[in-house]
C-alpha cells in the first residue's frame, strides 16, 4: 500500500476516548484522606464529615493547564510532590478558554476545556486516581475569570464529576476560580451550579468571590451545607494586615475559607518572594487553621515564541519541565520554591500515627514499617511472640511477608496497630510511549506534529534519542510491521522541530491500516524497574471532504446552481446524492454537477455520500437548498420526515449533539445551549433554520470558543448551520420541553 506524506498534526486530544473510571483506585499509603474522610464545612471551619473535627490542609496548586503546566499534570509528579514535598492537597487548575478577563488572552488551541472537554475528562480521572492512590484531596478548579460566561458548561462538567466522584473523599470541587464581576453575578452563577453537584454530593464545594478571590466576607446568598469560600493573596502585593481581615470577617460571620490560591511573589507571579510577608500569612492560617495551596508547581522559566518568560512564583528553578522522578530528584528550588518547601515539610503530620491513634500501646506495637516491594518480609520488624492480621493481605501477610506495593494495617493479638507502608519500585519512563492514533488526514491523539525523514512517508518521531528520562538505552520493536514499523532516520521534513531537524531520530513509520502492538525494553538502573511495556499504535483511514461549492443554497424558481453537486469529493472518491433522503426529487434536478430548480416552492435537504475507499472513511454530508419562498414551501410534511431520519438527533435536555471530527469546528448543544470551538481564527456564523427554511436565528461569533444560547427558540425540529471560511457543520437539532 502506498501511503503519501501525512500532513502535520493537528494539536488536538479531542480523540482521546471518554475517560475510564478512577473509582476503583486504592490508596497506596497512609494520608489525610485515611484521617478525615469526606471535608465538609460547619459555620467558619472545613470539617471531617466523620469526625466532625477541624480539618487542616496544605499543599500545591498546579500551574494552568497549558502547554506550560499540562506536562506536570501526571500521577509521576503528583506521587513525587507527595513524599517530597509533603503535599495533602493538589489543586487541578483547569483552564477554561481564557487567562484573563478580556476574553481575548485565550489558551492556546488544544489546551483550553472548552475546546477538548472529554480529553480533560481523561486528566482529571487520571489525577484523581492519583491522588486516591497517594490518599491526598484533589480540588476539581474551574480556573477561569468569567465563568458566568460559562455557566452552561461548568453545569455540565460539575454534574457530571458529581455524579462520578461525588463519593469519593479524595474530591473537593472549586466551581470559580477568580471571578472579575460582582458577588451577585458570583451567586447567580453558583445557584446554577450547585445543585447539579449536591444532587449527587456532600462533599467539600469552593465559592470563588469578587475582586479575584480576594473578599470571601462579602459573600452571602448561598444556602447549601459544605461550602466554603476562596481567598487569594500573594505576599508581596497583599499584606496580612489588610486582605487577613477579609478573612477574619467572613469567618466571623460564619463562613469558611479555603486559601486555594497563594503566592509568596506579587500578584502577577513575578517578582522577588516576600519571605517575611508569606511567613506573617503562614502564622496566620496556621492560627486559623485555614488550608492552602501554594501557586504553582512548575519550572520558572519558560520560552514561547522565542521569548523566555519568568514567572518567580513557580516551585522549581530553570527551564526543564521536570516531568520525571529523575528529573524531580535533581531539581533545584527557586526563592519562592525554597519557602514554600520549608513551611510544607516542617508542617507536616504523621498521618499513620493520627491514623492509630489510642492503639499504639501494647506489647504488639513497634514503630511504623516503611520497607520496599524487593525487601521480601517485614517481619523481622513485628514484635517477637506477637501475632498480626494484615488489613490488606495483598500487600504484607498476616505473617510480614510483602506481596506488592501499598499499605497494610497490622494489627497485633493485643490490639495494638501498626501501619506498615510498601514503597513500589519505580517505573523507567520511555518518552512519548503511550498509545497512539493518527489517521490518514495527518491528525492524532496527541499534541505532536508529524515528522518526516523524505517526502513520501507517513511517520511519527518519537525521540531523538533512544534512552529513558532514567538514563536506561531502550529498544522498540512492532509486532505488526506490516501496520507500523519503527525506525531510525534523519528528520529532514520542515515539520521537524529545531532539536530534530538533520539528526536521528526514532520514529514510527505508518505502511497500513489496523492497530499495532509496540514493545519497548529497557535494563533496570538504579532505583528503577527494567522496562517491558506495550502499547497500540493505530492508523485509521482518513475523513473525506466536499468541495467548498457543496454549501447551502437559495435558487429562484427555475433557476440554476452551476457547480453545487460535484461528482466527487476533494479526494477524489465518487459521490452520490439524496434528496430528502430520496434518489430524485419533484422540486429540483441534477445535472452534471449543476442543480435546476423546479417551478414549486420547496426546501430540500441534498445529502452527499461517498462509499469506503481504499484511503478514506465512508462519508456523508448533508446541505439545505431552498427553491423560491420556503415560506410557502409544498414539501414541509416530507421535509420534516426527512430531518427525523437523520441522525443524529437528541432531545437537548438529556444529551448533547455528535459533530464531525474531520472539521476544526466542534459543536455541542445542552440544555438550549450551543457551545462552540473552532481551530481557526475566523469569525464563526451561526444560522439555525426551521424545516420550512426560514432563519430563525444568525449569530456572529468572534472568539473561537463561545457559548450561544438556544433558549428563544420555540420547540420545534431545526438546522444549525455553523460556518467558519468555507467550512461548514450542519447539526440536525430538536428542541422539546419536558
Given at each position: 500500500?502506498?501511503?503519501k506524506?501525512?500532513?502535520?498534526?493537528?494539536?488536538?486530544?479531542?480523540?482521546?476516548?471518554a475517560?475510564?473510571?478512577?473509582?476503583?483506585?486504592?490508596?497506596?499509603?497512609?494520608?489525610?484522606?485515611?484521617?478525615y474522610?469526606?471535608?465538609?464545612?460547619?459555620?467558619?471551619?472545613?470539617?471531617?464529615?466523620?469526625?466532625?473535627?477541624?480539618?487542616?490542609?496544605?499543599?500545591?496548586?498546579w500551574?494552568?493547564?497549558?502547554?506550560?503546566?499540562?506536562?506536570?499534570?501526571?500521577?509521576?509528579?503528583?506521587?513525587?510532590?507527595?513524599?517530597?514535598?509533603?503535599?495533602?492537597?493538589?489543586r487541578f487548575?483547569?483552564?477554561?478558554?481564557?487567562y484573563?478577563?478580556?476574553?481575548?488572552?485565550?489558551?492556546?488551541?488544544?489546551?483550553?476545556?472548552?475546546?477538548?472537554?472529554?480529553?480533560?475528562?481523561?486528566?482529571?480521572?487520571?489525577?484523581?486516581?492519583?491522588?486516591?492512590?497517594?490518599?491526598?484531596?484533589?480540588?476539581?478548579?474551574?480556573?477561569?475569570?468569567?465563568?458566568?460566561?460559562?455557566t452552561?458548561?461548568?453545569?455540565?462538567?460539575?454534574?457530571?464529576?458529581?455524579?462520578?466522584?461525588?463519593?469519593?473523599?479524595?474530591?473537593?470541587?472549586?466551581?470559580?476560580?477568580?471571578?472579575?464581576?460582582?458577588?451577585?453575578?458570583?451567586?447567580?452563577?453558583?445557584?446554577?451550579?450547585?445543585?447539579?453537584?449536591?444532587?449527587?454530593?456532600?462533599?467539600?464545594?469552593?465559592?470563588?468571590?469578587?475582586?479575584?478571590?480576594?473578599?470571601?466576607?462579602?459573600?452571602?446568598?448561598?444556602?447549601?451545607?459544605?461550602?466554603?469560600?476562596?481567598?487569594?493573596?500573594?505576599?508581596?502585593?497583599?499584606?496580612?494586615?489588610?486582605?487577613?481581615?477579609?478573612?477574619?470577617q467572613?469567618?466571623?460571620?460564619?463562613?469558611?475559607?479555603?486559601?486555594?490560591?497563594?503566592?509568596?511573589?506579587?500578584?502577577?507571579?513575578?517578582?522577588?518572594?516576600?519571605?517575611?510577608?508569606?511567613?506573617?500569612?503562614?502564622?496566620?492560617?496556621?492560627?486559623?487553621?485555614?488550608?492552602?495551596?501554594?501557586?504553582?508547581?512548575?519550572?520558572?522559566?519558560?520560552?514561547?515564541?522565542?521569548?523566555?518568560?519568568?514567572?518567580?512564583?513557580?516551585?522549581?528553578?530553570?527551564?526543564?519541565?521536570?516531568?520525571?522522578?529523575?528529573?524531580?530528584?535533581?531539581?533545584?528550588?527557586?526563592?519562592?520554591?525554597?519557602?514554600?518547601?520549608?513551611?510544607?515539610?516542617?508542617?507536616?503530620?504523621?498521618?499513620?500515627?493520627?491514623?492509630?491513634?489510642?492503639?499504639?500501646?501494647?506489647?504488639?506495637?513497634v514503630?511504623?514499617?516503611?520497607a520496599?516491594?524487593?525487601?521480601?518480609?517485614?517481619?523481622?520488624?513485628?514484635?517477637?511472640?506477637?501475632?498480626?492480621?494484615?488489613s490488606?493481605?495483598?500487600?504484607?501477610?498476616?505473617?510480614?511477608?510483602?506481596?506488592?506495593?501499598?499499605?497494610?494495617?497490622?494489627?497485633?493479638?493485643d490490639?495494638?496497630?501498626?501501619?506498615v507502608?510498601?514503597?513500589?519500585?519505580?517505573?523507567?519512563?520511555?518518552?512519548?510511549?503511550?498509545?497512539?492514533?493518527?489517521?490518514?488526514?495527518?491528525?492524532?491523539?496527541?499534541?505532536?506534529?508529524?515528522?518526516?525523514?523524505?517526502?513520501?512517508?507517513?511517520?511519527?518521531?518519537?525521540?531523538t534519542?533512544?534512552?529513558t528520562?532514567?538514563?536506561?538505552?531502550?529498544?522498540?520493536?512492532?509486532?505488526?510491521?506490516?501496520?507500523?514499523?519503527?525506525?531510525?532516520?534523519?528528520?529532514?521534513?520542515?515539520?521537524?522541530?529545531?532539536?530534530?531537524?538533520?539528526?536521528?531520530?526514532?520514529?514510527?513509520?505508518?505502511?497500513?491500516?489496523?492497530?499495532?502492538?509496540?514493545?519497548?525494553?529497557?535494563?533496570?538502573?538504579?532505583?528503577?524497574?527494567a522496562?517491558?511495556?506495550?502499547?497500540?499504535?493505530?492508523?485509521?483511514?482518513?475523513?473525506?471532504?466536499?468541495?467548498?461549492?457543496?454549501?447551502?443554497?437559495?435558487?429562484?424558481?427555475?433557476?440554476?446552481?452551476?457547480?453545487?453537486?460535484?461528482?466527487?469529493?476533494?479526494?477524489?472518491?465518487?459521490?452520490?446524492?439524496?434528496?430528502?433522503?430520496?434518489?430524485?426529487s419533484?422540486?429540483?434536478?441534477?445535472?452534471?454537477?449543476?442543480?435546476?430548480?423546479?417551478?414549486?416552492?420547496?426546501?430540500?435537504?441534498?445529502?452527499?455520500?461517498?462509499?469506503?475507499?481504499?484511503?478514506?472513511?465512508?462519508?456523508?454530508?448533508?446541505?439545505?437548498v431552498?427553491?423560491g419562498?420556503?415560506?410557502?414551501?409544498?414539501?414541509?410534511?416530507?421535509?420534516?420526515?426527512?430531518?427525523?431520519?437523520?441522525?443524529?438527533?437528541?432531545?437537548?435536555?438529556?444529551?448533547?449533539?455528535?459533530?464531525?471530527?474531520?472539521?476544526?469546528?466542534?459543536?455541542?448543544?445542552?440544555?438550549?445551549?450551543?457551545?462552540?470551538?473552532?481551530?481557526?481564527?475566523?469569525?464563526?456564523?451561526?444560522?439555525?433554520?426551521?424545516?420550512?427554511?426560514?432563519?430563525?436565528?444568525?449569530?456572529?461569533?468572534?472568539?473561537?470558543?463561545?457559548l450561544?444560547?438556544?433558549?428563544?427558540?420555540?420547540?420545534?425540529?431545526?438546522?444549525?448551520?455553523?460556518?467558519?471560511?468555507?467550512?461548514?457543520?450542519?447539526?440536525?437539532?430538536?428542541?422539546?420541553?419536558?
Amino acid at each position: 500500500m502506498k501511503i503519501k506524506k501525512l500532513l502535520p498534526c493537528l494539536l488536538a486530544f479531542a480523540a482521546i476516548p471518554a475517560f475510564a473510571d478512577a473509582t476503583t483506585a486504592v490508596a497506596k499509603k497512609v494520608g489525610p484522606v485515611s484521617y478525615y474522610g469526606t471535608l465538609g464545612s460547619s459555620g467558619s471551619k472545613v470539617i471531617s464529615l466523620k469526625t466532625n473535627k477541624e480539618a487542616m490542609l496544605r499543599g500545591m496548586s498546579w500551574f494552568w493547564s497549558d502547554a506550560t503546566g499540562l506536562p506536570y499534570y501526571s500521577d509521576v509528579v503528583l506521587d513525587w510532590a507527595t513524599d517530597n514535598l509533603k503535599i495533602d492537597v493538589i489543586r487541578f487548575a483547569m483552564g477554561i478558554t481564557y487567562y484573563d478577563d478580556k476574553s481575548s488572552n485565550k489558551l492556546s488551541d488544544g489546551y483550553s476545556y472548552s475546546s477538548v472537554p472529554d480529553s480533560y475528562k481523561v486528566i482529571v480521572d487520571r489525577m484523581i486516581k492519583a491522588a486516591i492512590e497517594n490518599d491526598i484531596y484533589i480540588i476539581l478548579d474551574w480556573h477561569s475569570h468569567v465563568a458566568y460566561n460559562e455557566t452552561a458548561a461548568a453545569k455540565a462538567f460539575f454534574a457530571e464529576m458529581a455524579q462520578k466522584y461525588g463519593k469519593v473523599p479524595n474530591v473537593i470541587f472549586e466551581i470559580f476560580n477568580e471571578p472579575t464581576g460582582s458577588w451577585g453575578q458570583v451567586q447567580s452563577y453558583a445557584n446554577e451550579v450547585i445543585p447539579g453537584i449536591r444532587a449527587a454530593s456532600e462533599n467539600l464545594i469552593i465559592v470563588g468571590n469578587s475582586g479575584w478571590s480576594s473578599n470571601p466576607q462579602e459573600a452571602n446568598g448561598l444556602s447549601y451545607p459544605n461550602l466554603a469560600y476562596a481567598l487569594h493573596f500573594y505576599a508581596a502585593s497583599h499584606p496580612v494586615s489588610g486582605y487577613g481581615g477579609h478573612a477574619t470577617q467572613a469567618m466571623s460571620a460564619g463562613k469558611a475559607v479555603f486559601v486555594t490560591e497563594y503566592g509568596t511573589v506579587n500578584y502577577d507571579g513575578a517578582g522577588t518572594p516576600n519571605e517575611s510577608a508569606t511567613n506573617s500569612w503562614y502564622d496566620f492560617m496556621d492560627k486559623n487553621n485555614i488550608s492552602s495551596c501554594n501557586w504553582s508547581l512548575r519550572q520558572v522559566k519558560t520560552t514561547e515564541n522565542g521569548n523566555v518568560k519568568n514567572e518567580t512564583s513557580a516551585m522549581f528553578d530553570g527551564d526543564v519541565e521536570l516531568t520525571s522522578k529523575a528529573l524531580l530528584d535533581a531539581a533545584t528550588y527557586s526563592n519562592s520554591g525554597k519557602i514554600v518547601k520549608a513551611y510544607l515539610t516542617k508542617s507536616a503530620r504523621n498521618w499513620p500515627e493520627l491514623v492509630t491513634a489510642g492503639k499504639r500501646t501494647g506489647a504488639c506495637a513497634v514503630p511504623h514499617i516503611t520497607a520496599k516491594e524487593l525487601d521480601g518480609s517485614v517481619a523481622s520488624k513485628l514484635g517477637a511472640g506477637c501475632t498480626y492480621t494484615s488489613s490488606n493481605p495483598s500487600v504484607v501477610s498476616n505473617t510480614g511477608e510483602i506481596l506488592s506495593g501499598g499499605y497494610s494495617i497490622m494489627t497485633g493479638n493485643d490490639g495494638t496497630q501498626t501501619v506498615v507502608t510498601i514503597q513500589s519500585i519505580p517505573a523507567q519512563t520511555v518518552p512519548n510511549f503511550k498509545d497512539l492514533t493518527c489517521n490518514y488526514n495527518g491528525t492524532c491523539t496527541t499534541n505532536r506534529v508529524l515528522n518526516y525523514s523524505n517526502g513520501t512517508n507517513k511517520e511519527w518521531v518519537v525521540t531523538t534519542e533512544a534512552k529513558t528520562l532514567e538514563g536506561a538505552s531502550f529498544t522498540l520493536t512492532s509486532l505488526n510491521p506490516e501496520i507500523v514499523t519503527v525506525k531510525t532516520a534523519v528528520c529532514a521534513h520542515v515539520s521537524c522541530s529545531n532539536a530534530q531537524t538533520g539528526k536521528q531520530v526514532l520514529m514510527y513509520e505508518f505502511k497500513g491500516f489496523g492497530s499495532a502492538k509496540i514493545v519497548a525494553t529497557a535494563p533496570a538502573v538504579t532505583g528503577y524497574k527494567a522496562v517491558q511495556d506495550t502499547i497500540t499504535v493505530t492508523f485509521e483511514k482518513g475523513s473525506n471532504k466536499m468541495h467548498s461549492n457543496f454549501k447551502k443554497t437559495k435558487l429562484a424558481l427555475g433557476g440554476v446552481a452551476d457547480k453545487l453537486l460535484p461528482d466527487t469529493t476533494m479526494y477524489h472518491t465518487p459521490v452520490t446524492f439524496t434528496f430528502n433522503g430520496k434518489e430524485s426529487s419533484d422540486y429540483v434536478t441534477k445535472q452534471g454537477p449543476a442543480l435546476y430548480a423546479g417551478n414549486q416552492n420547496a426546501v430540500v435537504r441534498i445529502t452527499a455520500n461517498a462509499p469506503e475507499t481504499d484511503f478514506y472513511k465512508e462519508f456523508h454530508q448533508t446541505i439545505q437548498v431552498i427553491v423560491g419562498d420556503s415560506a410557502q414551501a409544498v414539501n414541509l410534511a416530507e421535509l420534516e420526515q426527512a430531518i427525523e431520519a437523520e441522525k443524529p438527533v437528541v432531545d437537548p435536555d438529556v444529551g448533547m449533539i455528535s459533530t464531525r471530527a474531520d472539521l476544526p469546528i466542534h459543536a455541542t448543544v445542552v440544555n438550549s445551549q450551543l457551545a462552540i470551538a473552532s481551530n481557526e481564527s475566523e469569525p464563526i456564523n451561526v444560522e439555525v433554520f426551521a424545516v420550512n427554511g426560514k432563519k430563525v436565528m444568525s449569530h456572529v461569533v468572534n472568539a473561537s470558543n463561545a457559548l450561544v444560547s438556544l433558549a428563544s427558540i420555540p420547540n420545534g425540529s431545526y438546522t444549525i448551520v455553523i460556518s467558519q471560511g468555507p467550512r461548514q457543520l450542519n447539526i440536525s437539532w430538536k428542541k422539546s420541553s419536558k
